[in-house]
């Protein structure tokens, strides 16, 4: 991947290197649940769980997966006209059904003009092997990214915001998907409740030593419609929450634990202010963000992989 002038991977800069050219996620919602909502393994989902906070308006599960691309479609290529897709099925779990409806959706979703891709979102207990043989073959022709939600590497922290899925469930999932021919991503919410500073460095550790491609970073934010909102209402003092300047100054420290190749695709999350509860970061926005954290690297001499150090 060619040096941007930044100092971590960013995830412009690795579509360029992949692609050549502009490529936009759409976003699908294809009313998938999740294990530790319908019972299976637990009720109520992740405390912090609004799935509401990023699903754009065209993202309705009530319409096909084509028709949601389709729409996505239309909108962007208002301003790119040539630009390629790629179909992100985002809400939920996104492996969390039988296998014959799964290979029917993600199909159906690369037979429609422009799409190049799938990047499937899900959780590390959803995955089997006939689910990851697929993506492998899928991968031969296609762009296949597979993105688990790991959140934190601290167990104690995966039973108090009822994930009902281990670190060590992680680690063995990722081992199985290594080296089949599509990327690998993570996700990891900066900030969890009960989480101290050192906890929360040490997740730039642990998630080095998973064979990830890419990785999106979340501060946590309270979230309306969800059993954290309650938590924070009955027990603020238990929540830590950053503030922007605070959060800045972490994560430029964070950044320098991380394996130097790993790909960052995101630093925040960015909640719609009618579902936001807290922290209140102003009119801030992600590229804004974005540019201070770039500043604040420059200013601290730090970088990417700094401290990062290989004991495999």
């Known amino acids: 991947m060619q040096f941007t002038g930044k100092r971590y991977l960013d995830y412009s800069s690795f579509i360029k290197s992949t692609f050549g050219k502009r490529v936009q996620k759409i976003s699908l919602d294809i009313g998938f649940s999740c294990p530790n909502r319908d019972g299976t393994k637990g009720h109520g989902g992740c405390t912090y769980c609004n799935n509401n ?78 689910i990851i043989d697929y993506l492998s073959f899928l991968s031969k022709k296609h762009f296949i990214s597979l993105e688990f939600g790991v959140e934190s590497t601290n167990e104690k922290t995966l039973i108090n915001v009822n994930r009902c899925h281990t670190f060590e469930e992680t680690k063995t999932t ?22 101290t500073k050192k906890e ?22 309270i979230v309306k419609n969800s059993v954290m909102a309650v938590q924070y209402k009955r027990n603020p003092e238990n929540f830590k929450l950053f503030t922007s300047e605070d959060y800045i100054e972490f994560i430029t420290n964070f950044i320098g634990f991380l394996r130097p190749d790993i790909v960052i695709e995101r630093f925040i ?19 804004e963000i974005v540019a201070k954290i770039d500043k604040k690297l420059i200013e601290k001499n730090t970088w990417q992989g700094k401290f990062y150090k290989n004991k495999l």
């Not at 929360?200 to 934010?221: F, V």
């Open 53 to 130: 906070t990023f699903n754009p308006a065209y993202c309705e599960p009530t319409k096909s997966i084509s028709e949601q691309l389709q729409e996505g479609i239309c909108f962007f290529s208002k301003k790119y006209k040539t630009q390629k897709y790629l179909a992100y099925f985002q809400a939920y779990t996104n492996t969390y059904a039988d296998f014959e409806s799964l290979k029917k959706m993600y199909n159906e979703a690369l037979n429609v003009e422009g799409v190049i891709g799938l990047v499937i979102g899900t959780r590390p207990d959803c995955i089997s092997n006939e």
């Open 200 to 221: 929360l460095l040490n997740h730039a550790i642990e998630i080095s030593k998973l064979p990830i491609d890419t990785l999106k970073l979340h501060h946590l934010q």
């Open 174 to 195: 990722f081992e199985l998907c290594k080296d089949k021919g599509f990327y690998l991503g993570a996700h990891l919410i900066i900030g969890l409740p009960g989480e």
């Open 269 to 287: 999350s960015e909640t719609p202010k009618d579902l936001l509860i807290a922290p209140n970061w102003g009119r801030l926005k992600n590229f």
